[in-house]
């Protein structure tokens, strides 16, 4: 009698079985490892972006803008490292592309740009779009007034 060697049919259908299940464990593993390091990018962005902000708002070349109720304040967007002061839009428009921002944090994923808000008087000196809660959780529904 003959015998042809190889694999049969069953045992070839358990093997993708096997796989499918260890494919099925290990995506949801994955994506909430990535989750996570979104997150932590996220935090650590928003911690260097308040204070970058803060050292750049206290230095004497800072240039303020007055609100109208005689405030000192100034706006920064924070991308890749560097800190770039927001002159000339209104506070209106900054407001518009924070939102943006703290949508892009909402739905998990990686902000392009932290934008800051830091004055002299107000209650809330500095504030960030998106930001932490007390918990340091990021927070990306600032339906509150930004600035």
Known sequence: MNRKKG??????????????????????????????????????????????????FYDDKTEYTASSNGTKMAYFKYTDG????????????????????????????????IYVYVSLNDAKPIQTAPYLDQNGNIKGDNSSQFG
Request: glycine residues 2%; positive net charge; contains cysteine.
């Open 82 to 113: 560097r800190l770039e002061p927001i002159k000339g839009q209104p506070s209106h428009q900054v407001n518009n592309l924070a939102k943006e921002v703290c949508n892009q944090a909402a739905q998990r994923k990686q902000c392009d740009c």
């Open 7 to 56: 694999f049969t049919l069953a045992e070839l259908l358990i093997v993708v079985a096997i796989i499918a299940v260890l494919v099925a464990i290990s995506v949801p593993v994955f994506t909430a490892q990535r989750r996570k390091a979104v997150d932590a990018v996220n935090k650590a962005n928003i911690r260097a972006a308040k204070t970058m902000a803060l050292a750049a």
